[in-house]
C-alpha cells in the first residue's frame, strides 16, 4: 500500500526482519529534488541550498536549522535519494530491542548515538543485523563497527535503512541502554557519595526516553 503521496510503498526487507518499512517507489537525484517531490515550496528548497551554500552544513543540518522541515522529512528526503527503506516514528515506538543489545554500539551518555541494531537474523555461519542509520553516509561507519566484530563465534553481516535522529536516539536509549544494570551498578558503589546520582540519572534518562509521565519512588 503507498502512503497519500504515492512515493513509498512497502519494503520487501519488512518480511526478512519482521518490521514494517517503506521503500521509495521512485528515485530522484539529489535532496532539493527529493523535497519538491515531497511537496515543499519552490522557495523553501531554494533557502535551505542557500543556507548549505552559506554555512557549509549538509542537507541534514540545513533543513533542521532552517525549520522548514521535520526530522521525519529529512529521514524521507534521504531515502528518495539513497533507495534505503525508513523506519517510520510509528513503528519505531512498538519495537523492543533487548536481544540486539549485542550488535550495538556502546557510547557515552553524553554521546549522540549515530546508528542502532533493530533486528536480526541467525544465519548458519553469520548473523544478518539491520541497523537504522540517520544518514547515507553512515553507512560505512556501521560496516566499520561490524566487519570486525564477532557473536557467537558468528561474523556479522549489517544492513542498514533510515529513520530520523530523534527515532534513532529513542531507540538507543530505551531499548540498547540496560537502564536496570546501570542503577543497580551505580547502588553498588558503597560509600561513593556519587552513586545516588548516578542512579537518579539512569532512572531519570529511560524514564524520559520511554515516554513516562511521572516516577513513583517507594522507600520499602
Not at 521512485?26 to 529534488?33: C, F, K, M, T
Not at 526516553?209 to 517507594?218: L, T
Amino acid at each position: 500500500m503507498t502512503d497519500h503521496q504515492g512515493l513509498f510503498i512497502e519494503s520487501p526487507w519488512s518480511q526478512d526482519y519482521g518490521i514494517a518499512l517503506r521503500q521509495p517507489s521512485q528515485h530522484v537525484p539529489d535532496i532539493a529534488a527529493a523535497l519538491l517531490a515531497m511537496g515543499f515550496r519552490a522557495h523553501d528548497v531554494e533557502l535551505v541550498e542557500a543556507y548549505q551554500h552559506a554555512t557549509g552544513l549538509g542537507p541534514s543540518d540545513a533543513i533542521h536549522e532552517v525549520g522548514v522541515g521535520t526530522g521525519e522529512d529529512i529521514c524521507r528526503a534521504h531515502a528518495l535519494v539513497s533507495d534505503l527503506p525508513y523506519l517510520t516514528r510509528e513503528t519505531a515506538n512498538t519495537l523492543r530491542l533487548a536481544t540486539v543489545r549485542p550488535f550495538a554500539p556502546q557510547i557515552g551518555d553524553d554521546a549522540q548515538p549515530e546508528f542502532c541494531p533493530i533486528a536480526v537474523v541467525s544465519q548458519p555461519d553469520h548473523y544478518d543485523v539491520l541497523y537504522v542509520i540517520t544518514d547515507p553516509g553512515q553507512i560505512n561507519a556501521v560496516r566499520n563497527f561490524a566487519f570486525p566484530r564477532m557473536v557467537d563465534d558468528r561474523k556479522i553481516r549489517p544492513r542498514c535503512c533510515l529513520a530520523s535522529r530523534l527515532v534513532v536516539e529513542r531507540l538507543y536509549r530505551r531499548e540498547i541502554r540496560d537502564a536496570a544494570a546501570e542503577f543497580d551498578e551505580a547502588l553498588a558503589r558503597g560509600t561513593d557519595d556519587g552513586r545516588y546520582r548516578l542512579a537518579l540519572k539512569a532512572l531519570l534518562m529511560h524514564a524520559s526516553y520511554s515516554g513516562a509521565s511521572d516516577i513513583h519512588f517507594d522507600p520499602l
